[in-house]
Structures are given as C-alpha cells and as structure tokens.
C-alpha cells in the first residue's frame, strides 16, 4: 500500500483494521458462494507494527465436492483485494481526522 500519512495506531485501531479486513473478506466469499457450499473458510488478518503498519491477509476456502466447477482460488485472491480495500478505507479515514 502506498504511504497515506496515518498516525502511529494504537492497539483498538490495529485490532479494528483486522476485524475490518477479517469482516469485508468474509462478506465478499458469502456473497458468491452459500455458506452450505463451503466445507471451510479461513480468514486471518494480522498486522506488525503502528508506524508503519504491515497488514497481512491469509484466505483459505475450501468448497463442497457439488462446487467442483467453481474457481475457489479466484474467489480466495477477490476476497484479499476486498480486505486490503477495508482496510485502506479505514486508514484513510484515520488519516483525515488526524489532519483534522
């Protein structure tokens, strides 16, 4: 991500920027596939430090034997995007009410 002139976050900001990836990465897998046709999903977000922060996104779904056609890797990759999206949001709203 590029630098957005965040303030040194503090440990609330950094687990809210995970629950925000963790949540917009979920929403995006269960508006694709029914949650009855997916046999496990994973997500974890962490992140290092608080200036800068590093954001990492892990995705694992695995899908039901009917899902055998769909592309679950694809899903996996539009689901991080989804996250870092979230995530990005949100720092860019911490960046302007601290320019504020």
Known sequence: MEEIG???LTVEQREKLCEIGEKAAREHVLSKVSSRRISTLDIT???EGSKPVT???EVEITLSPLMKDFDAEKLTEEAKEKAF???NEYLRELACKYTK
Do not use: F, G, L, Y
């Open 6 to 8: 965040i303030p040194e």
């Open 55 to 57: 954001v990492n996104v």
């Open 85 to 87: 999206a979230a995530i």
């Open 45 to 47: 977000v962490d992140s």
